[in-house]
């Protein structure tokens, strides 16, 4: 999912607009459902649909999303179905007022929580993990005036000390927005600055479409407060010593942010590039053309080919009018999704020993069919390179990976992942490669879907049956 929340005291009528462009830039990271919730000083403004960001909101719709606050969410399912009913923010009436809420990520232990406060009472209208959120917030005891920053403060401060798991999360209320960030980082978010006013959003691509300054990334465990006083920053859990092992998703940076943001500190082009170098140094072969497969794998196939000096070369293309076909939550779409969205070119590729690049395995299924798309096209050789690990696990916390039975990885060496997608060889970028390429240690990222090694456990019920 994405965020996206501006305090634009001073702009007042523009925040569900800058809301707008912030969402239409982050519009990848979910095409489920999208909505925004304005605040005009005293009460909360709220539209959702399902479907693309430019296709729910127009003009008259965003004249009613009225003031000088905003936020936004972009949703694509990891809990809870593909419904409007789940399409966020949430925004409910409680003892302190109205708030709405923004989360990307995923609570690990929100199953247990729902069955407690349901045994206690509460009712829930839809089945996303947030909306647990939600009530923990309407049942805090925090003092303060209703309404007022201070008691909506304390209210998200016992409310995330009960959740564990990998949220980006932000609230807003008629006087006051604020943005949490797990203590454990995983789901990226960002501070900037649009002249008088502050933007919080999952990425900075959507800073540079409304022309905000990027600050910095709003930190693991911290708590953004911005109201008319202006920008607080505090310690989510002041009693709590900062992480030393941090979980920033490193998959962020494999495939799931746009290449032209800077994620974690580090620009996602320049880290895709540096990994197409290394995977060209681990996974040699002789070619005659390097070729990506777009989106996700270009910036990859880059840099293999200027590191290898095998000559760079569109081989397939790529059709806009389609989706992300991961993230098309049926296997009936998803199915058809390959050549939906990819078409190789016979020019091109007639005749030659060819390596294609991409970001990630899952299932397997779309490698196999470009394999066999490329061959029809005239390719001699394919030699398959994947700038990534291989993906062997579950992700609980908030990419929609499938279960561990379905990643080929897990249940399939490299030789036999080769077999299964006809390519003649496979590599992958190593885990050591992969961080040695970033400059970074590992002890700041989450890779528990190359790796298993879960930062946060979630409960057993919910655990990856053993395999093999
Ligand atoms: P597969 O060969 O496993 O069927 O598909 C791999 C392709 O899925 C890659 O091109 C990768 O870019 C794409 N992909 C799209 N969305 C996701 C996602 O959310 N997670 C992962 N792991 N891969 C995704
Ligand atoms: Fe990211 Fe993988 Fe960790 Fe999930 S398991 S947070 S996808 S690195
Ligand atoms: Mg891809």
Known sequence: CGVFGIWAVGQSEEAANFTYLGLHALQHRGQESAGIVSSDGETLH??????LVADIFDADVLSTLKGGAAIGHVRYSTTGASHLKNAQPLAVQYAGGPVALAHNGNLVNAEALRAELEAQGSIFTASTDSEVIVHLIARARASGAPGS???LVGAVRQALGRVSGAYSILFLTPKVMVGARDPMGFRPLVLGRLKGSWVLASETTALDLIEAEYVREVEPGELVIVDGSGLRSERLFPDQRPQARLGRC????????????????RSVYA??????RQLAREHAVNADLV???????VPAAIGYAEESGIPFAMGLVRSHYVGRTFIEPQQSI????????LNALKDVLSGKRVVVVDDSVVRGTTSRKIVKMLRSAGAREVHLRISSPPTAWPCYYGIDTPSRQELVASTHSV???ATYVTADTLGYLSLDGMYASMGAERSGFCDACFTGEYLIQFPKRTAPPPLR
């Open 271 to 276: 880290v895709r590039h540096g990994f197409g």
């Open 334 to 341: 998803r199915h058809f999704g390959v050549k939906l969205k």
């Open 250 to 265: 490193v998959f962020e940076h494999i495939y799931f942010a746009r290449p032209d943001t800077v994620l974690f500190g």
């Open 291 to 297: 070729i990506p497969v777009p989106d996700s794998g």
């Open 46 to 51: 709220t539209h959702r649909d399902m479907g």
């Open 149 to 151: 920053a201070e008691q």
């Open 415 to 417: 030789e036999e992942i």
